[in-house]
Nanobody
Framework: HVQLVESGGGSVQVGGSLNLSCSAS??????MAWFRQAPGQKREAVAA????????MYVDSVKGRFTVSRESGKNTVHLQMNSLIPEDTGVYYC???????????????????WGQGTQVTVS
């Protein structure tokens, strides 16, 4: 059973920065992604990264502000969030999965393993 552990959430002022981290216990390298869910809203994709780290995808609303990265050879990813705005508030979830072929790696149904989530509040 693959377990994911997230860290780094918290409260920050508008324009501030936070860095989220996530580690998955899987032996094999997996695609990893960040999703978020604001109060009363559906969970949405934020960013995703391939097993080797060479391919990344972002939702339009965070492009240029957020950067997803992973530690080489590990299922450990980071999400550097800069220029935060109130709309970034929500619970951020890390996800991991095995993805084969050319596909949109931001699709939630491709990720079988999920973390418990970490709260990010921007005010």
């Amino acid at each position: 059973h693959v377990q994911l552990v997230e860290s780094g959430g918290g409260s920050v002022q508008v324009g501030g920065s936070l860095n989220l981290s996530c580690s998955a216990s899987a032996d094999a390298l997996m695609y990893m992604a960040w999703f978020r869910q604001a109060p009363g809203q559906k969970r949405e994709a934020v960013a995703a990264i391939s097993t080797g780290g060479s391919s990344t995808m972002y939702v339009d609303s965070v492009k240029g502000r957020f950067t997803v990265s992973r530690e080489s050879g590990k299922n450990t990813v980071h999400l550097q969030m800069n220029s935060l705005i109130p709309e970034d508030t929500g619970v951020y979830y890390c996800a991991a999965g095995i993805i084969i072929g050319r596909t949109n790696i931001l699709l939630q149904n491709q990720y079988a393993y999920w973390g418990q989530g970490t709260q990010v509040t921007v005010s």
